[in-house]
């Protein structure tokens, strides 16, 4: 697998392309695209990839400004952004694919802070729930909004909607996945709301979730550890409407604000 070991910083312009997520107006010129911040790197996936297909994904439901750091190997990889005072600040949303198992509460505590005091939403993806894993404390589990700290071993995962008509699922479809992790969620928070449940033998977890951190909006799906579900079209569109509704640009019919759908 392919590792990328230098800090990148890519801004790329993802304009919506599509008719995926309609808005309900023509649009406003004056619009400015949303600001995403997208944090990847360490242990266990395909990242090179999986930022590629999000950029690009993305595109064809938001209209999205990404900056892109991807860093590090491994389970114990600290990202640079995050000894930074205010990192948050300029962006509209931080979407967090990272995977850093093996760091601990000083670094998770101060990402949870800055979620929480910044106000600044964020879309955590797949291993971002196994990302400070050796936490002694809850307060990155809160961000998250669920608790997992293992996951079932690789085969297909059938999705179905317990909030089929909440904004984020509005509008698009069950499905099912091919080979994929299934975690295992040991707790959900008061102020999370489970979205969707993985079915996977006689496993069932819940695995999607609209979390109210404090002021921030956090949309997390724990499902993503293969690049094939990047190229679901179902999850994809369910990312960038997660990405939506964390940073208010989502009407309740799962439609697009004017001016953050198609051109």
């Known amino acids: 697998m392919k590792k990328t070991t ?11 392309v599509t008719a995926g997520c309609h808005s309900n107006g023509t649009g406003s010129d004056e619009a400015k695209p ?32 990404f900056d892109v750091i991807q860093e590090g190997e491994g389970t114990e990889h600290v990202h640079s952004i995050f000894r930074q005072e205010g990192w948050t600040q300029g962006y509209d949303v931080v979407i967090h694919n990272e995977c850093s198992a093996d760091v601990g509460d000083e670094v998770g505590r101060a990402v949870a802070k800055e979620h929480f005091e910044s106000d600044v939403g964020a879309v955590m993806i797949h291993c971002a729930f196994h990302t400070f894993r050796i936490m002694e404390d809850d307060d990155w589990r809160a961000a998250l ?21 909440h904004p984020i699922l509005a509008g698009t479809k069950e499905f099912v996945t091919g080979d994929e992790e299934l ?38 799906v724990t499902v993503g550890h293969n690049t094939a579900t990047f190229e679901i079209d179902e999850w994809m569109h369910i990312v960038a409407k997660g990405l939506l509704w964390s940073c208010d640009k989502i ?5 697009a604000k004017d001016g953050y759908g198609p051109k």
């Open 183 to 220: 975690y295992v969620i040991d707790n959900v928070f008061s102020h999370s709301i489970p979205l969707a449940t993985g079915h996977q033998g006689a496993h069932n977890f819940p695995l999607m979730f609209a979390n109210q951190y404090g002021n921030a909006k956090i949309f997390s």
């Open 145 to 165: 909004g669920a608790t997992s700290k293992r996951h079932t071993h690789q085969k297909p995962i059938t999705i179905t909607f317990d909030e089929p008509t």
């Open 34 to 65: 949303i600001k995403a911040l997208l944090i990847t790197g360490g242990c266990c996936h395909d990242y090179d990839t999986q930022t590629q297909l999000l950029i690009d994904g993305i595109g064809k439901y938001a209209n999205v400004d």
């Open 251 to 255: 009407n309740e019919d799962g439609t």
């Open 6 to 16: 230098n800090r990148l910083l890519v801004s790329v312009i993802a304009l919506l």
